[in-house]
């Protein structure tokens, strides 16, 4: 087999990669479209710019050499925040070329945030975008330990885009194999910080050839838009890493996504698949009563990140004549394993199996769920997270014997196949499709001069989506009026990221706790 090379074997659910000894992923998802006479081939679409194949394997080059003058070794840990822009391919891929490990963080967090991914990571450098100066700056200033290299991606002075611009073209491949470590994604957890999932250098063809090609049929001549950003791991696949698997056309979309922009991009670039989330379907669909949306371009809608709503799933397509096809998937399984289908749609489930993966219900005993029973979701397959950095403990809690992992959500399956999701087996909270953990709301709550306690649990909007609502005691003598709401608001705003604060307030005497005094969210539930 040629180096950096894959093979397809098998048919249906036995389908599986086969890779050659010598595999350096960069390889087949840039340097393979010049090589396959896709060079000219527009790579990049965005308002701002447009880069072909060739473009874009000259500058991945160039960030990987840069990379090494820089001084960054095989494994050294590469920190971004960087928005949706050609940059992040560059960096992204010339780090895995150069065998760096590039770390996309969610580019919507705080200070204190990036302050603990930097140290957690222990990474050699942090680069990001001019934009999110106003965070990722203030976080320097508070680590123990500076990173080595720290570079704006862009703007005035010397930058990482500026430097690039000097050094070579041409890079040779990091020898590296399918199982070697190749990238991470930072995932929020119940309590305690965001865990590093590891991810290898075969998790992104697996994903992109198991629900991409297999599932969704993605292909050459698709033009893919994504609303969720390239951070994100659903984001990730859908703008970046699923159209260089096909070597197709990533359009890309800068600022914040709102029906506004995301249907003028539409209208624009005319891409012919769409991915979304929940929230910005519902928001679409309350633009559409007043404004004309032009999405004759696209041949698929798909949506994960949290439970698209049955009701969601049927308005749009009466609206639209367009389906949307809801998968989950998780940052430990890199992208989707359970799926609806073009052809096969289930509204109110997440579809069925993916090919690749397994999937177990397991009930509080431990032994598999009978059918139309719940029980905890377990998953297998081959790209799934080798293990947490530096978090032993909560990779065991994960990452299970066998290799199949905890998703932490909670499932029914019925007899023709069909997931049904009914929860997660924590407190996490997914709003608009990122994690919130109602214990980082809640200290930053308490924090508040005039709050004695909070409870954070998740409820259900008007489209059946799900917000942070706040069960609060204030200190003695606080009365809970309207005024408060507005300041603990502005309070939660101030120091978190933007999507997590409250949406509804109760002002109580006393919060449900159990004998040891742990807070019971449950009963808030209700
Ligand atoms: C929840 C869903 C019901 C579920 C993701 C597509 O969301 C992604 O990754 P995250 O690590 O979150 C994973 C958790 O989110 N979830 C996601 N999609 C659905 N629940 N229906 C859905 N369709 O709790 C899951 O465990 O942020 C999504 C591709 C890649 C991803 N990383």
Redesign the pocket.
Known sequence: MKDHSFAIEGSGASTRLVFSPNFNVAVPYIDRHVAEGRGAKIAIRSDQAQVTYAELAANVNRAGNLLQELGLRRGDRMLMVVKDCPAFFYLFWGAIKAGVVPVPLNTLLRASDYAYMIEDSACQAFIYSPEFAAEAEPALTIVKRKPPEILKVEGEAQTFLSMMASVSDVLAPYPAGAEEECFW?Y??GSTGRPKGAVHRQRDIPV?AHH?GVATLGIRENDIFFSA?KLF???????AMTFPLHVGAEAVLLEPRPTPDSTFAIIAKYKPTLYFGV?TLYAAQLQAMEQTKADLASIRYCV??????PGDILRRWKEKTGLDIL???????????F??NRPGDIKAGT?GKLVQGYEARIVDDSGQIAKMGDSGK?HIRGPSTAAYYWNQPEKTKETMLADDWLN???TYIKDEQGYFH?CG?TDD?L?VG???CSPFEIEAKLVEHPKVLEAAIVGRADADGLVKPEAWIVLKQGVAGEPAIEEELKAHCKGGLAPYKYPRWFHFVAELPKTATGKIQRFKLRT
Do not use: Q, V
């Not at 994100?232 to 859908?238: K, M, W």
């Not at 809801?326 to 989707?336: F, K, N, R, V």
């Open positions: 994604l995932s929020s994903t629900y969720a994100f791991a659903y984001g990730l696949g859908n929940p949506s994960a990140g949290e439970a698209l809801d998968g989950i998937g998780s940052t430990e399984a890199l992208h989707i359970i799926a997440s979701l998703t932490g959500d999701y997660r996490m997914k499709g990122i994690w």
